[in-house]
């Protein structure tokens, strides 16, 4: 059993480690002939090129990866993207037709709410592509085509490394949406996939600083709650970050957009709360660093423990940081597939030093096939 863990404790953290790989391996394949490919049988340029609006369906750690699609493709391929949570979706009157693209978002494949999803989705005509790490599952069976994430079985019941695969995958659908509807010249998609092929390699730095992340973790194992602060695409790794300390730790954990700070949780912060903030690159948008740089001050003032999670060397945090997390560079909308891994390994050293077995959390399964 420990062989098969490949010297970890729990899958999780073997899964945690193999996140470089998963990536890569979900690119493999993807570009081609200078163009971005999806699932070459089932949906053609001819298709992707009558898509008006996008819609992406998906539950849990899925419906995160969902919300961070959005950023891109409508970065991308300026088409309207919506993104619900699968159970909500199918019982709302959504509104699609046969230029609507829905992606169904699914490690397992059989999850019964995004299941469904997809059956009304096609009721309505729509088009559906599923996003699925397990090969033959009934969400891309019941799909017109599936692009698989090649992450390897999740053991783990809380998703990691299916995680940063899906965010992978969706920005294939974003690039491939953006290459047939001619919104990115073809030198910009080989680029942008370029980038992201070197994405991997920046995954493995960042877990080269786990230890860090384990030490800062040790030190708030049993505090009560923890808040997570993001804007941008640092909103939807925020929600994560919470949703892993929720689902391993059974601590209180809520993400928040930044900007609503002043809108309530702000109302929440006291003396000795830790809050994590997830910092914008200082090379990205300005306003998006300096708003953040802000609410790090707002807080910290109001007596709160900030773990900001920054790009190297970005010195303007450090007088607000109580704890700095580091990241490498990355262009904005790729920054969570590098964001995101902290927050993991410090829910998984949070559980453990609770004594909780990650990779079997309470009350929970890794495929919830019953609504
Ligand atoms: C369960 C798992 C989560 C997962 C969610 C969606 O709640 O514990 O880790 O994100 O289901 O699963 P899916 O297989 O559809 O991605």
Redesign the pocket.
């Known amino acids: 059993a420990a062989a098969e863990k490949g010297g970890h404790d729990y899958f999780m953290l073997k899964e945690i480690q193999e996140q470089p790989q998963g990536v890569a391996d979900t690119l493999i394949g993807h570009f081609a002939h200078g163009k971005i490919v999806l699932d070459e049988q089932r949906l053609h340029d001819q298709e992707l090129r009558e898509v008006d609006k996008v819609f992406v369906v998906?539950?849990?750690?899925?419906y995160h990866a969902g919300l961070l699609a959005k950023y891109a493709i409508e970065h991308w391929t300026r088409l309207p993207v919506e993104v619900e949570l699968a159970s909500e979706f199918r019982y709302r009157d959504p509104v699609l037709d046969r230029s609507t693209l829905v992606v169904a978002?699914?490690?397992?494949?059989?999850?019964a709410d995004?299941l469904e999803a997809v059956r009304h989705a096609k009721e309505q005509k729509a088009r559906v592509l599923a996003i699925c790490n397990t090969n033959g599952a009934q969400i891309p069976r019941e799909s017109d085509a599936v692009l698989y994430t090649r992450t390897g079985p999740e053991i783990g019941?809380?998703?990691t490394k299916?995680f940063l695969a899906q965010i992978t995958a969706n920005f294939l659908v974003g690039l491939a949406l953006a290459q047939a509807r001619g919104t990115k010249y073809p030198d910009e998609v080989a680029r942008e996939f370029a980038e992201l092929e070197s994405m991997p390699k920046r995954v493995a730095q960042v877990l080269e600083s786990a230890d860090r992340v384990r030490e800062i973790a040790r030190q708030f194992a049993h505090v009560p709650t923890v808040l997570f602060l993001g804007r941008h695409v640092g909103y939807p790794v925020a929600l994560e970050g919470a949703l892993k300390l929720k689902?391993l730790a059974y601590m209180h954990a809520e993400g928040f957009a930044a900007g609503e700070l002043k809108h309530g949780p702000i109302a929440l912060i006291e003396d000795g709360l830790p809050v994590f903030v997830v910092m914008p690159s200082p090379k990205g948008r300005a306003v998006l660093h300096s708003k953040l740089l802000s609410n790090i001050r707002e807080i910290q003032a109001r007596g709160a423990r900030t773990i900001v999670i920054a790009e190297e060397g970005d010195d303007t945090v450090r007088p607000f940081a109580d704890h700095l997390i580091e990241i490498p560079s990355a262009p904005t909308l790729y920054q969570p597939l590098l964001s995101t891994v902290p927050l993991q390994i410090f829910a998984a050293e949070v559980a453990q030093a609770r004594g909780y077995d990650v990779d079997k959390p309470r009350n929970?399964?890794?495929?919830?096939t019953v609504e």
């Open positions: 998906a539950c849990g750690s899925s978002i699914s490690q397992s494949g059989e999850t995004t019941v809380a998703s299916a689902e929970l399964a890794k495929s919830v």
